[in-house]
């Protein structure tokens, strides 16, 4: 294991002085390959804070461009990034933070065909998007790969997060939302709105679960879905546990 350099270790080092990390969590997280699935709102904060942490190898999946209504939110883009890829951007982004971190960008949209080959090389994956269906296929790959899973949503004014981790007991993202909601009962940000700094919350949230469980830091949200309500500044917990019927992670599987 290579031995931290001097400017890591000043660059780190209110990481190294917290005795949940130290130098051997710094370490792992130097070590780590992480992949983001959307450069959007949730990812853009993300992304962030795991770059500046120091995870050695983040991989990003958009096939997105930046637009003028996304800058309400997605911080990791500016305005002199309209119309440019959001992998691009954000890679640019992150590299500024960070020069140490190597950034490996997938412009592309994931389906049956590739998520599988992506997935495989990481040892972490976070889900920043917004449509049921690409989290169930991102689940699913998680799920075969035997890889974490850290997700959000939010709309309006709330968010929730959660890690889904069926190879360590926890409940797949399935488990906890068996099917999709009705057409309309679930709006994006797009139709619904949100409250931008939501985004941040929420994204950074992401980012702190990355690092507790790279590290071995604290405890996990796995087995619970926290709820966080930024309109009145409340927070709650749900035990959320796996379901033995569930056709991702169940014995029927």
């Given at each position: 294991m290579p031995v931290m350099t001097p400017e890591e270790v000043e660059r780190?080092?209110?990481h190294i002085v917290l005795r949940e990390i130290g130098g051997p969590g710094q370490q792992k997280l130097l070590n780590a390959k992480l992949l983001c699935v959307g450069a959007g709102g949730l990812g853009s904060s993300a992304?962030?804070?795991l770059a500046a942490a120091g995870v050695g190898h983040i991989g990003i999946v958009d096939d997105d461009v930046v637009s003028l209504s996304n800058l309400q939110r997605q911080v990791l883009h500016d305005t002199d990034s309209i119309g440019a890829l959001k992998t691009k951007s954000a890679q640019q982004a992150l590299i500024r933070v960070n020069p140490n971190v190597e950034v490996t960008g997938y412009d592309l949209r994931l389906d049956d065909s590739n998520v599988d080959d992506i997935i495989a090389g990481?040892?972490?994956v976070l889900d920043g998007t917004d449509n049921f269906t690409s989290?169930?296929?991102v689940n699913a790959a998680c799920v075969r790969a035997r890889v974490p899973l850290v997700s959000a949503?939010?709309?309006q004014w709330e968010g929730q997060i959660s890690l889904y981790d069926p190879a360590h007991g926890g409940p797949c993202y399935q488990c906890v939302f068996p099917e999709a909601p009705a057409a309309g009962l679930a709006p994006n940000c797009a139709q619904a709105g949100v409250?931008?700094?939501l985004a941040g919350v929420m994204g950074s949230m992401m980012a702190?679960?990355?690092?507790?469980l790279i590290t071995g830091a604290g405890k996990v949200l796995r087995g619970e879905l926290l709820i966080y309500d930024s309109l009145f500044g409340e927070t709650r917990k749900l035990v959320v546990k796996p379901r033995k019927d569930c056709p991702i992670c169940g014995a029927g599987s």
């Open positions: 780190y080092a209110r992304l962030f804070y990481y040892d972490l989290r169930y296929l949503a939010m709309s409250m931008g700094a702190g679960e990355s690092i507790k």
